[in-house]
């Protein structure tokens, strides 16, 4: 098992572009979250999936924020139409869940966005 | 909705000396806890958790971490320290009832000093 993978590791952007991160999680792991991480702030939630089904997407995310799981496996974060303040590291995380556990992320590296 | 607030942003010790991080939440629905360390360039990993039973949990580095209901708090604590953990830690709080998003806590920096 390799862990949670995400690429890629470093993005740069110009403001307006649109940008696409993946996840590829543990595979026996059937959750899988995005967070969002600025400096001197703890991550922030913003979407997350059991299997495929998108079970709660936080309600700071803007309509620009896309998030798709299909067939359960890898997972994409699209931003479109980027923004200064989208600069962050975005994370990605996977766990087991069973019975309404959480029992507790793996996290992946990370993806960190600099959009200028 | 779940908050989590960690009283000390930075926290600045000697090699051997105690240590202890300090936690509280809010919630209004029964909680799991976490803690998770970030070493310096590196990921975010699971320190320990505490999801029912025992209130005090322990991690295979010598931290330990008390889940204490009336005084809402999951404070980390350690009797010695050694240079390699120095980190960021964060407290972290997920209901129990929805058991999916995890709420952060803004982290708290621990130095240890030789």
């Known amino acids: 098992d390799t862990g949670v993978s995400q690429d890629p590791r470093h993005k740069i952007t110009k403001r307006g572009q649109n940008v696409t991160f993946r996840c590829d999680p543990i595979?026996?792991?059937?959750?899988l979250y995005w967070y969002r991480q600025t400096l001197g702030q703890g991550p922030e939630f913003l979407t997350y999936?059991?299997?495929?089904?998108?079970?709660?997407k936080s309600r700071l995310l803007s309509d620009r924020f896309s998030a798709e799981r299909p067939k359960g496996s890898f997972s994409t974060l699209e931003i479109q139409r980027t923004e200064q303040g989208d600069s962050a590291m975005y994370l990605c995380?996977?766990?087991?869940?069973?019975?309404?556990?959480?029992?507790?992320?793996?996290f992946g590296s990370g993806t960190r966005l600099t959009v200028v | 909705a779940q908050s989590v607030t960690q009283l000390d942003s930075q926290v600045p010790v000697f090699e051997e000396a105690p240590v202890e991080l300090r936690c509280n939440y809010s919630?209004?629905?029964?909680?799991?806890l976490f803690w998770y360390v970030q070493y310096p360039n590196q990921g975010l990993q699971l320190l320990l958790k505490?999801?029912?039973?025992?209130?005090l949990v322990e991690s295979i580095n010598g931290f330990e971490a008390e889940f204490n209901k009336s005084q809402t708090s999951f404070h980390l604590r350690k009797p010695s320290v050694h240079i390699s953990d120095t980190a960021e830690y964060f407290c972290?709080?997920?209901?129990?009832?929805?058991?999916?998003?995890?709420?952060f806590g803004d982290g708290t920096t621990l130095t240890v000093k030789p």
């Open positions: 995380a996977s766990s087991f869940a069973g019975r309404g556990n959480n029992y507790g992320y793996t």
């Open positions: 595979s026996e792991h059937n959750r």
């Open positions: 999936f059991q299997n495929e089904a998108q079970l709660e």
């Open positions: 919630s209004s629905v029964s909680v799991y």
């Open positions: 505490y999801l029912s039973g025992s209130t």
């Open positions: 972290a709080v997920s209901a129990n009832t929805n058991a999916g998003k995890s709420t």
